[in-house]
């Protein structure tokens, strides 16, 4: 089975420039998780979503953050414009549902912003 | 709201000595525990989990860990630690009306030398 697929794998953009994260989850599960992992705030849970709607958007940092999950295979985590400060690992996650299940992980995106 | 502190941001062991990596939960709700590992440049990997069944979990990789309400532990343990269990590890909190939202400890960075 193919697990959680992020893209690109690494990402290096230039400050004010419009960065797009995307995700493809594992099939069938219906939860997903977008986080943020830097040396100084460890990981944060940037937004999830459940069945395609949002649930808890509250760790998005500011306004040039926005995610989307058009359908249950596929989301999209977007910067614009974008920020030194923005530079992490970006990952994804998904489970089955929101019953205390565990999340898997994808390999992440890194993202350096000049 | 919840809480994970992880004693100890760096553990260093000899290999075949015991592995101890301490997490201690906050959670007014009855929490579920999960322990997560990270090799470099990868995402994160399910250990264990705890959801309110046995105390004494045993996860992937020989790791196992108790859990203790009385002490709001949640400890990792491995009797005879290998060179391949250098990576980061994380503990994670989840439970009540925050079901899905892992909260997580800062990370515990394992050094195995020989």
């Known amino acids: 089975d193919a697990g959680v697929i992020q893209s690109p794998r690494h990402e290096v953009t230039e400050m004010g420039q419009e960065v797009t994260l995307r995700c493809k989850p594992i099939s069938g599960h219906n939860s997903l998780f977008w986080y943020r992992q830097t040396m100084m705030r460890g990981l944060e849970l940037l937004i999830y979503f459940n069945n395609n709607v949002p649930i808890d958007d509250s760790g998005m940092p500011e306004d040039r953050f926005s995610a989307k999950m058009p359908n249950a295979s596929f989301s999209t985590l977007k910067i614009q414009p974008s920020e030194p400060r923005d530079s992490a690992v970006y990952f994804c996650a998904s489970s089955s549902d929101l019953s205390h299940n565990e999340q898997f992980f994808g390999p992440g995106t890194r993202l350096t912003v000049l | 709201a919840q809480s994970v502190t992880q004693l100890g941001s760096h553990v260093s062991v000899s290999e075949g000595a015991l592995v101890l990596l301490r997490c201690n939960y906050s959670?007014?709700?009855?929490?579920?525990l999960f322990w997560y590992v990270q090799y470099p440049n990868q995402g994160l990997q399910l250990l264990l989990k705890y959801t309110s069944a046995a105390t004494l979990v045993k996860g992937i990789n020989g790791f196992e860990a108790e859990f203790k309400k009385s002490e709001t532990s949640f400890h990792l343990t491995k009797p005879s630690a290998h060179m391949s269990d250098a990576a980061e590890y994380f503990c994670a909190v989840t439970g009540g009306t925050s079901y899905g939202k892992l909260t997580f400890g800062q990370g515990t960075i394992l050094t195995v030398h020989p």
């Open positions: 959670s007014s709700v009855p929490p579920y």
